[in-house]
């Protein structure tokens, strides 16, 4: 490999600011071409009908085009600068990379991007499961009652026979019935009021499949932003007669399998936690992944690789493209 060649995968004559400007470009465009194989996708996932309704698969495109351009655009800026302060401390240099720290950066890149994707990616498969507009669903997922498996039963409500109750005096029942309206492990109260319910449904939102989706998008931004500008390096040196756009071609196509298949039961579990935000089914990571094997052994888990895959490929071929020919007008223009 050229040596020069790491340090050029997130173009590291941009800026962070150009980075994330160039990631929000890229991620409007794929996100509109591609949301219904987004929407079949998370259909799949969650063994709804498959539908061509163009109303129906471009639900939720508000919250998605919104998910897709922070997503992207954060794991551009943050790659970017993990990648050059990783240079800096192993070679003293932006301009010299290391051979694995596009690697390195892309993970990292991809787990901090998980963080802002999570709840809006709830957000978004709620409103394509119900309807109604991004602010209806977010103050829905806001101010529904949940029950106590959504909060994985660390609370449980201790309950008094009428019994018990005609038996003692007032006093003691005055100091029973106070204990008894409180959660174990410091769990809401009868005295709870509205703002707090609230927060505590958005903290719940916050962290809804958390897991599975710091996992997922690790593996996907290896794919996209490591693997494949190296795989095109590859074609492009070794194969010199192959022009630009085959080499772009072929290695977004490979780079998409890298990302989208090994990352995908980790979407899948993703995709059925926040489907059932209420926690009647699925109630944490490993119980979800557990009950899906249980459901459909090996298979389930890949449910909805096939337009996952097709989404990621194209993705990381749009992606590709706008790296390699809108970084000069960016560095001009930004």
């Not at 998370?42 to 922070?70: K, W």
């Not at 997503?71 to 070679?91: L, P, Y």
């Not at 051979?99 to 991809?110: F, R, T, Y």
């Amino acid at each position: 490999f050229h040596p020069k060649y790491y340090c050029l995968l997130m173009a590291s004559n941009l800026s962070e600011k150009q980075n994330f400007a160039l990631g929000t470009i890229a991620a409007f465009i794929e996100s509109i071409i591609l949301q219904p194989t987004l929407y079949w996708k998370n259909a799949r996932a969650q063994n709804l009908p498959f539908t061509c309704n163009i109303r129906v698969i471009y639900r939720g495109t508000g919250a998605s085009t919104f998910n897709e351009c922070q997503m992207m655009a954060v794991q551009f800026a943050s790659t970017s600068f993990i990648q050059k302060r990783i240079a800096m401390i192993t070679t003293s240099s932006y301009s010299v990379a290391s051979k694995n720290d596009d690697v390195i950066s892309a993970a990292l890149g991809g787990l901090a991007s998980s963080i802002f994707s999570c709840p809006i990616e709830l957000t978004m498969i709620q409103q394509q499961a119900k309807g109604g507009s991004l602010f209806a669903t977010v103050r829905n997922l806001l101010h529904q009652p949940l029950n106590n498996n959504t909060y994985n039963n660390t609370y449980h409500p201790i309950h008094i026979q009428s019994h018990h109750i005609n038996s003692l005096n007032t006093s003691t029942t005055t100091r029973q019935l106070h204990h008894s309206t409180k959660f174990h492990h410091n769990g809401p109260t009868l005295s709870t009021t509205p703002l707090a319910e609230v927060a505590r449904n958005a903290r719940y939102v916050l962290t809804r499949g958390l897991l599975s989706t710091a996992v997922r998008d690790t593996i996907y931004v290896v794919g996209m932003l490591a693997a494949t500008p190296r795989i095109q390096h590859i074609i492009s040196t070794q194969h010199p007669a192959v022009s630009d756009n085959a080499a772009s071609v072929c290695a977004s196509a490979i780079g998409g399998v890298l990302a989208a298949v090994p990352s995908h039961p980790f979407d899948v579990i993703k995709t059925c936690m926040q489907g059932d935000v209420q926690g009647e089914k699925y109630r944490s990571f490993l119980q979800s992944g557990s009950l899906l094997l249980r459901e459909g052994g090996i298979a389930r888990l890949f449910r909805g690789v096939g337009w996952r895959t097709v989404n990621i490929t194209l993705t990381v071929y749009i992606a590709n493209e706008c790296r390699i020919r809108l970084s000069d007008p960016i560095a001009r223009w930004v």
